[in-house]
Nanobody, 121 residues
Framework: QVQLVESGGGLVQPGGSLRLSCTAS????????MGWYRQAPGKGRELVAL???????NYADSVKGRFTISRDNAKNTVYLQMNSLKPEDTAVYYC???????????????WGQGTQVTVSS
């Protein structure tokens, strides 16, 4: 059984910063591309940032230059550093990763439970 556990959300003023973390625990053999998504009230889930197992990154246009995704493969953890936050960044943030099971070698897609980020004065 694999779990993705997120942390780091909260309330921040416009222009502030937050750092989200997401750690995969359990029977992991390998982890593929890791991504952060967000869902604002009344909207669909959108991709915020993606990092491959080799470290290549992609960002949504709305966060380029403000957010940075990184990963520590030794810790099975992905991070999202969010700077210059805006009210429109308010959403529930989810991490996602395909994980190959250590025992049966099958690939499963996992989501974290979500962490709330609220940007407001």
């Amino acid at each position: 059984q694999v779990q993705l556990v997120e942390s780091g959300g909260g309330l921040v003023q416009p222009g502030g910063s937050l750092r989200l973390s997401c750690t995969a625990s359990g029977n992991t053999l390998s982890i593929g591309d890791m991504g952060w998504y967000r869902q604002a009230p009344g909207k669909g889930r959108e991709l915020v940032a993606l990092i491959t197992s080799g470290g290549s990154t992609n960002y949504a246009d709305s966060v380029k230059g403000r957010f940075t995704i990184s990963r520590d493969n030794a810790k099975n953890t992905v991070y999202l550093q969010m700077n210059s936050l805006k009210p429109e960044d308010t959403a529930v943030y989810y991490c996602n990763a395909p994980v190959r099971d250590y025992w049966n070698r099958r690939l499963y897609d996992y989501w974290g439970q979500g962490t709330q980020v609220t940007v407001s004065s």
